[in-house]
């Protein structure tokens, strides 16, 4: 586990370097000749960080929601009832995403619960 680990981080660290590079070339085609104010550096450069942020998080929400579909109990009568994923877009603090979620049905209670994973 922790060779995959370091594979993985170090896997990452490089596609980061990678990203930087492209950013940088895109701001600087965008800017034009002109040497820009540091603020003109950093706003464009925080935007592209919560991008990053927003797209990990939709990956890895859809990656939970899609290991947790065994039925689940529900929280009234423990009836054990199908999941499902349904989409809907959240706010976080990096701004919308789109966000899976795992929804059950009891047929029985009449009633939709999120399942707890």
Same mark, same amino acid.
């Given at each position: ?6 594979? %993985?981080? *170090? ?9 930087? *590079? ?9 800017? *034009? *000749? &002109?040497? $820009? ?6 706003? $464009? ?8 942020? &927003?797209?990990?998080? +939709?990956?890895?929400?859809?990656? #939970?929601?899609?290991?947790? %579909? ?8 423990? !009836?054990? !009832? $199908? #999941?499902? +994923?349904?989409?809907?877009? #959240? ?10 979620? +795992? #929804?059950?049905?009891? &047929?029985? !209670?009449?009633?939709?619960?999120? $399942?707890?994973t």
């Open positions: 586990m922790e060779a995959k680990q370091a594979r %993985l981080e *170090g896997k990452l660290d490089d596609l980061l370097d990678q990203a930087a *590079g492209v950013a940088a070339e895109l701001q600087a085609l965008k800017q *034009g *000749g &002109r040497a $820009p104010h540091y603020d003109e550096i950093e706003i $464009p450069a925080h935007e592209t960080g919560q991008e990053l942020s &927003r797209k990990i998080q +939709t990956a890895r929400v859809r990656e #939970v929601a899609a290991e947790n %579909l065994d039925p689940a109990g529900c929280p009234d009568c423990g !009836c054990r !009832c $199908p #999941v499902e +994923t349904k989409d809907r877009t #959240v706010h976080s603090m990096d701004g919308p995403i789109d966000l899976t979620e +795992t #929804v059950a049905y009891c &047929r029985r !209670c009449r009633r939709s619960f999120f $399942p707890s």
